[in-house]
């Protein structure tokens, strides 16, 4: 995004269906969003990351694992731990899932 900005309520709306079909095409079990435009986009939410991180969800038969975007760590250390944290809870996950 131009000056490393979340996007706008339009463009994830120009842009959704395209991501939508990019998923559907890809079929993954587990799906990892980073920050705050794609947990909302994919989670239907306006809540921040914050709030969302360290749960998952299921729908359309996908698990959702909402995480804050990497370029978080940069502002914050205790970010690095807690991303780390949602990537293993995304590990766990997905191997379950394929069992």
Do not use: C
């Amino acid at each position: 995004m131009p000056d490393n900005r979340d996007p706008h309520s339009d463009e994830i709306t120009m842009w959704k269906p395209v991501l939508d079909a990019e998923i559907e095409r890809v079929a993954p079990s587990v799906i990892v969003t980073l920050g705050n435009g794609t947990t909302r986009a994919l989670l239907d939410t306006n809540e921040k990351i914050s709030d969302k991180h360290g749960e998952y969800f299921e729908r359309d038969d996908r698990m959702t694992i909402p995480t804050y975007h990497p370029a978080a760590m940069f502002y914050d250390d205790r970010i690095k731990k807690a991303i780390e944290e949602d990537m293993q809870t995304a590990a766990k996950k997905a191997e379950l899932l394929t069992m």
